[in-house]
């Protein structure tokens, strides 16, 4: 890959991963302020949950930012099913209506959207063959 490629690609790794990043990071400094936000969510035991969804955010992240290859995309497939998961747990729209419905539709819209990101990156990792056989169009015999 080209250096203006790789740096390009680079950012776009780090802009997926700036509000787990952050989030991850926000968590670790206020454990109990995590603890408090999984209770919030009805997830029990919530220590477990805010301690394993800090090593999500934090691992996955670091393995998109600074591995290659299947650790790469072992962290964009983490981030994948982490986001998903909270998204569904997070923004239930189906059960609420008025703006409570819109922004929850909104937020969950735009979620599936950096699933689909880090699903683009885990695929990019695994190396040129998928690529190569997703686009190829394949010959009668």
């Not at 981030?79 to 729209?93: D, E, I, N, R, S």
């Not at 937020?107 to 056989?133: C, D, I, K, P, T």
């Amino acid at each position: 890959m080209k250096p203006a490629a790789a740096t390009l690609y680079w950012l776009a790794r780090a802009g997926l991963c700036l509000a787990y990043v952050y989030s991850g990071v926000s968590k670790l400094f206020n454990f109990h302020g995590a603890i408090a936000e999984q209770a919030h969510f009805g997830l029990s035991p919530p220590a477990l949950f805010a301690a394993a969804t800090i090593a999500v955010q934090l691992g996955g992240s670091a393995l998109m930012l600074f591995a290659r290859g299947r650790a790469a995309a072992l962290g964009a497939l983490g981030l994948a099913g982490f986001t998903l998961a909270a998204t569904f747990v997070g923004h239930p729209f189906w059960g609420e209506s008025g703006e409570q419905r819109f922004a929850d539709l909104n937020s969950f819209l735009e979620h599936f959207g950096l699933v689909g990101g880090f699903m683009l990156v885990a695929q990019a990792e695994m190396g040129s063959a998928v690529r190569a056989n997703a686009a190829s169009p394949r010959l009668p015999s």
